[in-house]
Every structure is written in C-alpha cells, then in structure tokens.
C-alpha cells in the first residue's frame, strides 16, 4: 500500500515538473530505499550467549569477549567466563524466535518494537520466567542461576550491530 | 512703687485687667497725680480708637454650634474606634491559622504554575523491565549497573549446563 502511494507521487512528480528519465529513476530508488530502510529497522538482531562461570581455567574452551568478561567479572565472583555457544538471532517485528542454547535450556525472544524484547527462558520445556525491557546497542540482558559445582551459567544477550 | 510701674498700672487699669479694689485704689491716685490723668485720658483715648479701627470678624458659626460640633466629630470617631476593636478570640484564632495557610497555598500554586517542563537529557531510565515467574517455588534476585547498561536476573536454579552442552553439541 506504502509503495503504490509512493509510486503515484512519483509519477505526479514526473508529469509537473517534466522530470527527465534519469531523475524519475533516482526518485523512484530513493522512494523505494526509503521503505526498504524502514521495514528494515522494524526487525532486531541479537546475539544470545551462553556462559559458563568458573573459578577454574578450562584450556581450550572460547572465552567470552572482554567486554563481556569485565562486566559479569565486575559483579559475579568467578574469574573465568567460557562462552559455551552463540546464537544470532533477527527477528522481524511483533515476532518471536525459538533458540536452543543447551539440551535443556532454551530461549523464546519476542520482538515488541522499539528495541522492547521479550525473553522467555525454557529448562526441559518448563517456562522458568520470562523477562521484557528495552534492549539497547551495547547494553545487555543476563539471565543466571547456579551450575554444578562452583560454578554459574548465564545467558547473555545483547543487541548485534 | 516706682513711676514706672504705677504707669503700667494705669495701663492694667485701661484694659480692665485690675480688681475693683485696685482699680479704686489707683483711680484715687490718679485724681491726685495730674500726670497720671494725663496717662489715663490718652491711653483711654487710645483704646477707644483701637477698638473703633479693629475689623469685626466674626465667626461663620455660632460658638456653640462649632464648639458642638467639634464635640460630635469625636463622638464619632470614638464609636468608629469601638466598632474596629480587636476581633474576637475565634476570629483571631482563624485569621491566625488561615492566613499563612492561604500564603503557603498561593506560594505553592504559583510554583506549580511555573514548573517548567523537565529537561529533555535523553536519559532512559530502567522502569520498562518487566519480570514474569512461572514458578513461586523460584527465587530470584535482580541486578541492574549503574548505568543500566546490564541488567541480571538471577535464579536460585541450578543447570548442569556443561554436561547439557555437550549432549546437545553430541546430537
């Protein structure tokens, strides 16, 4: 509907003004751009992290990104943070995306607009809670409970450029 | 007695300003004293063309009437002194509580009026999160940085993740 109304002020452009070819192209791609853009940023892409927390070095095992590492580092006791998988996920508006991040923990995520997500997180298919807020570019969203020995898991998840 | 004041004397006597036996006293004098029956007859004869010359003024009133009514203007002004008397203690004590009660309100209300509108400082605070249990049995704990670039919810739920991993990553 958008773009037919598009289309007919261009072609109302084209006739009053007497615009060349080569003009009524570049309207018509900037138009086109334009809705292109914003059905674009109506969708969110995140990245949802799960994070193992322990006070013992694994060799060999991916080590979360320092920024990340600096932030849990900063509230949480544990000195080691291993990222044990990473899912990207874009999700278009008013729309929701399933992602499994270990056998038994998975994420439902919730596209509500204006960078408003939803994140519901599933143990062996039972809802534990379900979280919603306003997730910002370089903010992150961290959901935390205890693992076997001393250790944590968090899932992590932030808004991905 | 010198001249002098026998002089001044005769003067009091013209002006009537002598008692009768003084002035009786002084007048036999004066028939003995050719001098001092001169002084009279002039002084006498000079009062008498005073008197003649003085305009006459008289008083746009009668003197009771203006006297009576000077005696009515305070009369009035007492009563209008009475009736601005202090006020009775009920009154006063409402005039007491009311009127800093009715200056604070103003006060107030002109503030509020003036409030300007908040700053714009593209602050975002956090009172979007929402948080849903499924469970009771649960117990979380949340967490927001400062900056509210972090925010954590922490469940009192334990998860093997490692061993969860690894069956998943096996699959």
Known sequence: ?161 | MNRNEIELKVQALVDGELTGSEAEALRQRINDDAGLQQLHVSLTQMRGLIADSELPRPLPESGDFYWNKIAETIEREESAGERAAPPTPASRWLLRWLTPLVGVSAVVLLLTLQQPTAPDLGIMLSGDHELELSSDEIDVMTYNTDDDSMSIVWLDYSMDIQKDYMELWLD
């Open chain 1, 1 to 161: 509907m958008a773009n037919e109304l598009e289309t007919s002020f261009a072609m109302t452009l084209l006739r009053r003004h007497n615009m060349n070819q080569l003009a009524f192209l570049l309207a018509l791609l900037f138009f086109a751009g334009g809705g292109w853009v914003s059905a674009q940023a109506d969708s969110i892409s995140l990245n949802a992290r799960l994070v193992l927390g322990t006070g013992k070095e694994k060799q060999g095992s991916k080590k979360v990104s320092e920024s990340i590492h600096k932030r849990l580092a900063k509230v949480f006791k544990w000195v080691h943070y291993y990222q044990l998988s990473s899912k990207k996920l874009t999700i278009e508006d008013a729309k929701t995306m399933t992602s499994k991040l270990s056998k038994n923990a998975s994420i439902k995520v919730s596209n509500q607009k204006n960078s408003k997500v939803s994140v519901s997180l599933f143990s062996g298919g039972k809802m534990l809670l379900q979280k919603t807020q306003t997730l910002r570019s370089g903010h992150y969203m961290v959901l935390a409970g205890k693992s076997t020995g001393d250790s944590a898991w968090f899932i992590v998840l932030s808004k991905s450029n």
